[in-house]
């Protein structure tokens, strides 16, 4: 279970709004059980009063103490469940954004290797099936199998009250076993299967997704249909280890449920003796069994919920390995740098995990204010470095120490959002005004002044509703927008005609003006300003 401790303290952060829920969920099934019993005695005790009356003998009943608890335990139980279902689907949403986050600061702090390290159907199904498995642990494993156990106990107090100590032993007896083997027997028997199912879920889901991605190749190579038949047979593999985990579940609820009888029996058998030694009534002695009977229900919810237990782990499992924080910061510090260097690189080792290095014994020293451009031929290693320099990708050997700062990858990266949204992100506290200025220096003012929403321009998935070169200057624009001293640009002009690039790149030297610049490109002209400018070979 350590795998559900970071999660579990995540969802207790908010312990008032699961008390609450908590709450309504017992109110709910509280209701239900006592609308039960009060009916149970209310039609038992009618009965009686009647056979007596055809008997002829004398014979009374309070029609409106339990007619009136009736009617109160049916609209309490509607007005209960709605209200539970309404608070608790809010609460589970509000674990769900506390989980996102969470697991997306974890992210945001990992190592570009480490996010590299799966591919997009994987990311896909941490985001979205490893996480659905967490969101909801609250409300369909937490909080039933801590409300079975209190409304067991409570229907337990009332055989003592109502019978006998004897009987409520016997009776918490067959309730306890049954509550374990709906829950806790239910999750011996299935958690290595559910945990089993869960991996072959995922990745059943991954090569799905990779039969639709490479579908033309696998249409030229002539091999769609038995690559299909092969996803089919998997599925079916997935299908047959999910009805024997259902078939274990079943039969576990079957036993729960066969003892919550057994037990309603034995209050009704046990009732009979002391209805004989005339200690209960008629009518009290069938509201003990029509309760237990009520039970039912309370533990209806359990098996499922921990028969997915194995699979929930699993999942926790999958998120604490992929998407744990790195133990060393992904980003250099600037402790030891000069105060008059805004960069120092000191015999570094540039290689991905498996392949050959890149650059080794690798030495730069930037002083504030200078322009460095790095050019180089593709394939070179300039993305690299910049990905080493930025703190994307850790230095094998070596020191690099620099000031914080701001990186303008090679792949244009635009979100599915406003045209503001997407500029804020360099500066939140960016004003309109500023935000038009750096339009007007990237040349975007006047596309955008054009548009209905202005900032608020939608511009699609990936900015798809820009061309290439607008998509580039948006970037470039959210760069510069922020004020971190240290800029490094790759490949900053991808998708500019020159014209553009070159009445962009006089504008961009009043923009950078007191910043340090690491400018890396293909082209001497396709760099900005620069003081000097280094060759990279290989």
Known sequence: MRELKPWLDLIFKRPGRLVVGGFLILATLLSGIALLAVSGWFITETALVGLLLAAGVAATINLYVPGGAIRFFAVSRTVFRYLERVYNHDTVLRLLTDIRVALFRRLSQASRIRRGELSGAQWLSRLTSDVDALDTLYLRLIAPAALAGVVTLAVVV??????????????????????LIATVGVYLRTWRLAARQSDRQEDLRTAVIEHIEGFPELTAAGRTGKHAAWLMRQAHQVTSEQAKADTRVGWHLAGSHLLVNLSAVLALWAGFALFQAGTVSGPVL?????????????????????????????????????????????????????????????????????????????????????RVGILGHSGSGKSSLADVLAGLLP???????????????????????????????????????????????MELAERFATEPDQLDTWLGSAGSRLSGGEARRVALARVLLNPAPLVILDEPFTGLDAETRARVSKRMATLLEGKTVISLAHGSEALPGTDRVIYLSG
């Open 158 to 179: 009332l055989a003592a009250v109502l019978f006998d100590v004897g009987t409520a032993l016997l009776v918490g007896l067959l309730l306890v076993i049954a509550l």
């Open 286 to 370: 069938v509201l003990l069994p029509i309760a237990l009977l009520g039970l039912a229900e309370v533990y209806a919810m359990l098996p499922d919920a921990f028969g997915k237990l194995g699979a929930t782990l699993a999942s926790a499992s999958r998120l604490n390995r992929d998407c744990r924080e790195d133990e060393q910061p992904g980003t250099p510090l600037a402790a030891g740098l000069p105060p008059e260097t805004a960069l120092l690189a000191g015999n570094i080792t540039v290689k991905h995990s498996g392949y050959a290095p890149l650059f080794t014994r690798f030495n730069l020293e930037i002083e504030n204010g200078e």
């Open 395 to 441: 230095h094998a050997q070596g020191s690099l120490a620099r000031k914080d700062c701001v990186y303008l990858t090679q792949k244009t990266v635009l979100f599915e959002d406003t045209l503001r949204a997407n500029l804020l992100l360099g500066s939140p506290e960016a004003s309109d005004t500023e935000l038009w200025g750096i339009l007007e220096q």
